[in-house]
């Protein structure tokens, strides 16, 4: 029991072995088992922690009751193995790669940016306004911001400073420009007028204005490019949904996206962003 | 209740997560951990730790708050611990803040949660990331009566052997100290 984890390794010797690389050649996993065990002492238990698989399945690869045929599953079976570079290539495998010591793919697949998933921005709208009570920077990415901003009983309203004691939340508001062309295309993907359109840019414009009044750190735009993504950030939380015809951005799926070290989300929706307030006009 | 745990770092994490994988269904989360200690640093001094602990998961947020006494285990750093649930995470900081207490430490642990059930016990096994640290951590932890310490400790060091993590992995290094290293 106590030995059953220690890392099989064999010796070279027993790698270039003319049976062996026979059995690597066939990739016939079931003979290589045989001479693991037989040159390594290995049980079929500690070649199973090796491989990755049970031991119900060692036993009957090795009793050749079944075999193995997927590529990752050779892979495995390699690493776990610690096959020197020339016994790889004679069971098809490319040579090992450099110590796989988590790196940016584990870590993005075992730890991933995306955390929660909500079916539309509704059913995110109570944590969105918990972070953003909680937050330091708020960036909003909308086409009018109505329903997230604009109006009093709309989704971030209650958690902006005039309502929060002053409590330094700097505010960046992102709206689509109602000059523009890509305003016009946008209203005419959800079936209203360009005029409503625009004049429901403005009212949000106007009462977003109201809150300079009682010194909030905001600060309002207008983007003149297609709407594509809807972006919440509050410091290193993102919620994210997407713009697209015939489809409103608060019924659209939001993602919750958390910072990592190695995540392109995060850093691409708040490059974007950046990227889109560089572009922008300020109004407010 | 003591939580009876020993922490490795993980050589092969594809590995271990693999192994994971196969006994339990994992628990992808993110904490947000803040500690707090008194302006003297009392607690600390006392190997006693405070600090509320916010839980991103795929379908909540929560909170808690934790205090965790003085090891009663010189080997493992087994601590006895005491946690609640908060609904407000604004208001359990700010409880602390308004008692006197001061935030010593923030950073974030991800980590892939696993409830196992291993020789009797409940379990949990978490592979963890801490974004500033290099590396990948597994602890193994269950709580149990203070007399049982020692015979749950056996029982998380063959959880970790199933694992493939040996003794020679463990480690007492904590995430607080490591961060603090990192940020001087």
Redesign the interface.
Same mark, same amino acid.
Request: charged share 30%; net charge negative; proline share 3%.
């Given at each position: 029991m106590?030995t059953?984890? !220690?890392?099989i390794d064999l010796p070279d010797w027993a790698w270039e072995r003319a049976e062996v690389r026979q059995a690597l050649r066939a990739r016939d996993m079931g003979a290589v088992f045989r001479h693991v065990q037989q040159y390594a002492g290995a049980s079929q238990a500690r070649i199973a922690?090796a491989a990755?698989m049970?031991q119900a399945r060692v036993n009957e690869i090795i009793n050749r009751r079944r075999e193995v045929s997927r590529l990752d599953v050779y892979e495995?079976i390699a690493?776990?193995l610690h096959m020197p570079d020339d016994a790889r290539h004679l069971l098809g495998l490319a040579a090992s790669r450099e110590k796989?010591?988590?790196g940016a793919a584990?870590?993005l697949a075992?730890?991933?940016e995306v955390?929660?998933?909500y079916a539309a921005q509704n059913s995110a709208a109570e944590?969105i306004q !918990?972070q953003a009570?909680?937050a330091e920077e708020l960036d909003v990415l909308a086409v009018r911001g109505l329903g997230l901003i604009g109006l009093n009983d709309s989704l971030l309203r209650a958690c902006l400073p005039r309502d929060q004691g002053g409590k330094g939340l700097r505010v960046r508001v992102l709206l689509l420009d109602p000059d523009s062309d890509a305003l016009v295309q946008r209203a005419a993907e959800i079936g209203e007028s360009a005029e409503s359109l625009a004049g429901g840019v403005r009212l949000a414009e106007a009462r977003l204005r109201e809150l300079l009044a009682d010194s909030c750190d905001i600060e309002v735009y207008r983007y003149r490019m297609l709407p594509t993504w809807r972006l919440i950030r509050m410091d290193?939380?993102m919620f994210v949904s997407a713009f697209d015809a015939g489809w409103e951005g608060h019924e659209s799926a939001t993602y919750?996206v958390?910072e990592?070290?190695h995540g392109p989300l995060f850093r691409g929706f708040r490059r974007m962003f950046e990227a889109v307030i560089e572009g922008a006009q300020r109004t407010v | 209740m003591i939580e009876a745990e020993l922490k490795a770092r993980v050589h092969s994490p594809e590995q271990v997560m693999r192994l994971l994988d196969e006994r339990a269904q994992a628990r992808v989360e993110v904490y947000q951990d803040t500690y707090y200690d008194r302006p003297d640093g009392s607690l600390e001094k006392a190997d006693q730790e405070l600090r509320v602990r916010t839980v991103h998961g795929a379908d909540s947020r929560r909170t808690v708050l934790t205090f965790k006494g003085a090891a009663v285990d010189e080997g493992s750093g087994s601590k006895p611990e005491h946690e609640t649930r908060v609904d407000d995470s604004e208001a359990a900081h700010a409880i602390l803040r308004g008692l006197g207490h001061v935030p010593v430490i923030a950073f974030e642990k991800r980590c892939r949660n696993y409830d196992l059930e291993a020789r009797g016990r409940q379990m949990l096994a978490t592979l963890v990331r801490v974004p500033e640290i290099d590396g990948t951590f597994l602890e193994v932890e269950t709580l149990v009566d203070e007399d049982e310490v020692a015979a749950a400790l056996d029982d998380v060091r063959a959880v970790l052997a199933e694992l493939g993590i040996g003794p020679e992995d463990l480690t007492r290094e904590t995430y607080t100290g490591a961060v603090a290293a990192q940020r001087s």
């Amino acid at each position: 029991m106590g030995t059953t984890l !220690q890392p099989i390794d064999l010796p070279d010797w027993a790698w270039e072995r003319a049976e062996v690389r026979q059995a690597l050649r066939a990739r016939d996993m079931g003979a290589v088992f045989r001479h693991v065990q037989q040159y390594a002492g290995a049980s079929q238990a500690r070649i199973a922690a090796a491989a990755g698989m049970t031991q119900a399945r060692v036993n009957e690869i090795i009793n050749r009751r079944r075999e193995v045929s997927r590529l990752d599953v050779y892979e495995r079976i390699a690493d776990g193995l610690h096959m020197p570079d020339d016994a790889r290539h004679l069971l098809g495998l490319a040579a090992s790669r450099e110590k796989r010591s988590g790196g940016a793919a584990f870590d993005l697949a075992a730890f991933p940016e995306v955390v929660r998933v909500y079916a539309a921005q509704n059913s995110a709208a109570e944590e969105i306004q !918990q972070q953003a009570r909680e937050a330091e920077e708020l960036d909003v990415l909308a086409v009018r911001g109505l329903g997230l901003i604009g109006l009093n009983d709309s989704l971030l309203r209650a958690c902006l400073p005039r309502d929060q004691g002053g409590k330094g939340l700097r505010v960046r508001v992102l709206l689509l420009d109602p000059d523009s062309d890509a305003l016009v295309q946008r209203a005419a993907e959800i079936g209203e007028s360009a005029e409503s359109l625009a004049g429901g840019v403005r009212l949000a414009e106007a009462r977003l204005r109201e809150l300079l009044a009682d010194s909030c750190d905001i600060e309002v735009y207008r983007y003149r490019m297609l709407p594509t993504w809807r972006l919440i950030r509050m410091d290193s939380t993102m919620f994210v949904s997407a713009f697209d015809a015939g489809w409103e951005g608060h019924e659209s799926a939001t993602y919750k996206v958390m910072e990592t070290p190695h995540g392109p989300l995060f850093r691409g929706f708040r490059r974007m962003f950046e990227a889109v307030i560089e572009g922008a006009q300020r109004t407010v | 209740m003591i939580e009876a745990e020993l922490k490795a770092r993980v050589h092969s994490p594809e590995q271990v997560m693999r192994l994971l994988d196969e006994r339990a269904q994992a628990r992808v989360e993110v904490y947000q951990d803040t500690y707090y200690d008194r302006p003297d640093g009392s607690l600390e001094k006392a190997d006693q730790e405070l600090r509320v602990r916010t839980v991103h998961g795929a379908d909540s947020r929560r909170t808690v708050l934790t205090f965790k006494g003085a090891a009663v285990d010189e080997g493992s750093g087994s601590k006895p611990e005491h946690e609640t649930r908060v609904d407000d995470s604004e208001a359990a900081h700010a409880i602390l803040r308004g008692l006197g207490h001061v935030p010593v430490i923030a950073f974030e642990k991800r980590c892939r949660n696993y409830d196992l059930e291993a020789r009797g016990r409940q379990m949990l096994a978490t592979l963890v990331r801490v974004p500033e640290i290099d590396g990948t951590f597994l602890e193994v932890e269950t709580l149990v009566d203070e007399d049982e310490v020692a015979a749950a400790l056996d029982d998380v060091r063959a959880v970790l052997a199933e694992l493939g993590i040996g003794p020679e992995d463990l480690t007492r290094e904590t995430y607080t100290g490591a961060v603090a290293a990192q940020r001087s």
